[in-house]
Each structure stands twice: as structure tokens, then as C-alpha cells.
């Protein structure tokens, strides 16, 4: 399972205290040499989709030992000088929620050696990151193609439409897109429901599988995923994302189910929504969908 790292207020460890008394000269190996990140640009090869990401945070090793994952921009301070191996592993929220911060296994770490000079600053402003090349990118589904491949199920009462307004599709420097998925949730308890029309085989057990997607709405929605378990058909909601009316980014971690139901096997991806509003109307926005996982 993806280990993770609750973080609160100031977001990272503090990794020196100087104490000052006095007229007493500072303690030359107090004073540290600073490493900057300004942010993560992702770069992506052909068939792997959007280059659009949420990377929030960076994890930083210094020589092979773990100095914290801090928040970008971020400056940290390391006690440290000469050349120095730097390991800069790119984090974000796992499955959107603030307080659970985790790096992102699906992207190479960046490695770089670095000449540290206390009391001065080595920054990285822009680094370029990748997927790394063992990945199985097993289903997308970016609403371009004629034929969406993903559709609603008996349960629901409204539509999943393709919708090229320019106002509402998501859009990303350099790229082409049109369309995104699109959903209208009347106000008279209207039930929304779609779900992938193929069905996939997860790797074995602990190893991981996400979803990612960006989305907007003003109305909560559920990602789960329904497979089949020594006979038995089950449907599992797995998270339940908040609204946010500017397009987003998630990372959903779809690990769980196989981690302990190893039986599982004929996985498909749903989403699914309820009018959470007494007496206005709901939307849902979609795109870029990406079921990713180590290719064994």
C-alpha cells in the first residue's frame, strides 16, 4: 500500500534550531545551505494523456536520507555543504484531501547532484517530470472520440453528455481539447450514474492503482468501483469528492479493494451523483480520465 504523511499547519520537519545568546558568534555547522522548489511541470509521451497535474508538494532526500515533504514553493534548509545527492520525489493530495499528502509512485523521482553552500540557495525553479516507463495506462477517456467509453446505468435519471461549450470544457496550454463530460442534475431529486464499459484486471496485491481525473462541480459525487469477488457482484464506493467549481485535479488511490479482497477480479470504474441541493439545479464537469497502474 502507497505509504502517506499527515501534515498539518506549517507542512514539513523542521530540521534546525538556531539559538542565538548574547554576542556569542553563530556555530558555523548551524548555519544551513537552502534548497528551493518552485514547482513540478509534468511531461507526458504519446498515450499517456493530459499534461494537466495538481502536484502540491515535493518530498526531498538529501545522500540517500529522508529531510521532509514540504508544500511548494518551498525553501528548506539543510545542515549540509559539498556536494550533495538530492532526490526531489513529486507529492499531492491523496484522493484531494489536504491533511493526507503522499508522493505520486507513478512519477520518476528527479535526481541531482548539487553543490551546497551554506548560507546560500540552490534553487530549481520549473523541473520537468515524467511518468515512469513501467506504467499501464489501462483506461482514458477524454471525451474527444465520438464514442464515450463509459456510459449510465439503469439507476440514473440523467445523461452523461459530451459538451463542447467553451466555457465549461477543461482546458490546458498546448493542448487540444473540445469536449468534456458533461452532467445536468435537476433539482427534483434527480440520481446520476455511469460506469465503464470495459472491465479490467488489477495487478496483485499492494500494488498500486489510481484514478485520475479533473473535474468541476457545485454538487458532491462519488468514484468506486464494482467487481466480481468469489461470485458475488459487489459495487464500492471508495470516495466521495467535495465541490469545487474552478477544474480540479484528484488523485483517487483504487488499491484498497484488491489489497483485501485479493479474489477480486473484472474491475469497472463508476461515478455517480445525488441532487445534494434543496432547490437548485447541480452540474458535473469531466476530463481527462486515467486508470493507471504498474504493468506486470
Request: proline share 6%.
Given at each position: 500500500?502507497?505509504?502517506?504523511?499527515?501534515?498539518?499547519?506549517?507542512?514539513?520537519?523542521?530540521?534546525?534550531?538556531?539559538?542565538?545568546s548574547?554576542c556569542?558568534?553563530?556555530?558555523?555547522?548551524?548555519?544551513?545551505?537552502?534548497?528551493?522548489?518552485?514547482?513540478?511541470?509534468?511531461?507526458?509521451?504519446?498515450?499517456?494523456?493530459?499534461?494537466?497535474?495538481?502536484?502540491?508538494?515535493?518530498?526531498?532526500?538529501?545522500?540517500?536520507?529522508?529531510?521532509?515533504?514540504?508544500?511548494?514553493?518551498?525553501?528548506?534548509?539543510?545542515?549540509?555543504?559539498?556536494?550533495?545527492?538530492?532526490?526531489?520525489?513529486?507529492?499531492?493530495?491523496?484522493?484531494?484531501?489536504?491533511s493526507?499528502?503522499?508522493?505520486?509512485?507513478?512519477?520518476?523521482?528527479?535526481?541531482?547532484?548539487?553543490?551546497?553552500?551554506?548560507?546560500?540557495?540552490y534553487?530549481?525553479?520549473?523541473?520537468?517530470?515524467?511518468?515512469?516507463?513501467?506504467?499501464?495506462?489501462?483506461?482514458?477517456?477524454?471525451?474527444?472520440?465520438a464514442?464515450?467509453?463509459?456510459?449510465?446505468?439503469?439507476?440514473?435519471?440523467?445523461?452523461?453528455?459530451?459538451?463542447?461549450?467553451?466555457?465549461?470544457?477543461?482546458?490546458?496550454?498546448?493542448?487540444?481539447?473540445?469536449?468534456?463530460?458533461?452532467?445536468?442534475l435537476?433539482?427534483?431529486?434527480?440520481?446520476?450514474?455511469?460506469?465503464?464499459?470495459?472491465?479490467?484486471?488489477?495487478?496483485?496485491?499492494?500494488?498500486?492503482?489510481?484514478?485520475?481525473?479533473?473535474?468541476?462541480?457545485?454538487?458532491?459525487?462519488?468514484?468506486?468501483?464494482?467487481?466480481?469477488?468469489?461470485?458475488?457482484?459487489?459495487?464500492?464506493?471508495?470516495?466521495?469528492?467535495?465541490?469545487?467549481?474552478?477544474?480540479?485535479?484528484?488523485?483517487?488511490?483504487?488499491?484498497?479493494?484488491?489489497?483485501?479482497?485479493?479474489?477480486?477480479?473484472?474491475?469497472?470504474?463508476?461515478?455517480?451523483?445525488?441532487?445534494?441541493?434543496?432547490?437548485?439545479?447541480?452540474?458535473?464537469?469531466?476530463?481527462?480520465?486515467?486508470?493507471?497502474?504498474?504493468?506486470?
Amino acid at each position: 500500500m502507497l505509504k502517506f504523511i499527515r501534515i498539518f499547519l506549517s507542512f514539513g520537519i523542521p530540521l534546525l534550531v538556531l539559538f542565538v545568546s548574547g554576542c556569542k558568534k553563530e556555530d558555523p555547522a548551524l548555519v544551513p545551505a537552502y534548497l528551493s522548489v518552485d514547482q513540478f511541470t509534468l511531461n507526458v509521451a504519446p498515450g499517456q494523456g493530459t499534461a494537466a497535474g495538481q502536484i502540491t508538494d515535493v518530498w526531498v532526500y538529501a545522500n540517500q536520507q529522508f529531510m521532509g515533504a514540504f508544500e511548494l514553493p518551498a525553501k528548506i534548509p539543510l545542515l549540509l555543504e559539498g556536494e550533495t545527492n538530492i532526490r526531489l520525489m513529486p507529492g499531492i493530495k491523496l484522493n484531494g484531501i489536504s491533511s493526507t499528502r503522499a508522493y505520486y509512485p507513478f512519477f520518476k523521482p528527479v535526481e541531482q547532484k548539487v553543490n551546497l553552500i551554506r548560507d546560500s540557495v540552490y534553487a530549481f525553479h520549473e523541473v520537468p517530470i515524467y511518468y515512469r516507463e513501467n506504467l499501464k495506462f489501462a483506461w482514458m477517456e477524454d471525451f474527444e472520440g465520438a464514442v464515450v467509453t463509459m456510459d449510465t446505468t439503469s439507476k440514473s435519471t440523467v445523461t452523461l453528455q459530451r459538451i463542447s461549450d467553451p466555457d465549461k470544457i477543461f482546458k490546458h496550454k498546448n493542448e487540444f481539447n473540445e469536449y468534456s463530460g458533461y452532467v445536468y442534475l435537476p433539482s427534483d431529486t434527480s440520481v446520476f450514474e455511469a460506469i465503464s464499459n470495459e472491465k479490467y484486471e488489477f495487478p496483485e496485491t499492494g500494488v498500486e492503482v489510481f484514478l485520475e481525473m479533473n473535474y468541476a462541480c457545485d454538487n458532491e459525487f462519488v468514484v468506486g468501483v464494482k467487481y466480481l469477488a468469489l461470485g458475488v457482484i459487489v459495487q464500492r464506493p471508495l470516495l466521495y469528492v467535495k465541490p469545487s467549481e474552478q477544474w480540479n485535479k484528484i488523485y483517487v488511490n483504487l488499491t484498497v479493494p484488491k489489497y483485501d479482497t485479493p479474489s477480486a477480479t473484472d474491475f469497472q470504474i463508476f461515478i455517480g451523483a445525488l441532487t445534494d441541493r434543496d432547490d437548485s439545479n447541480g452540474y458535473l464537469l469531466m476530463d481527462n480520465i486515467k486508470l493507471i497502474h504498474i504493468n506486470r
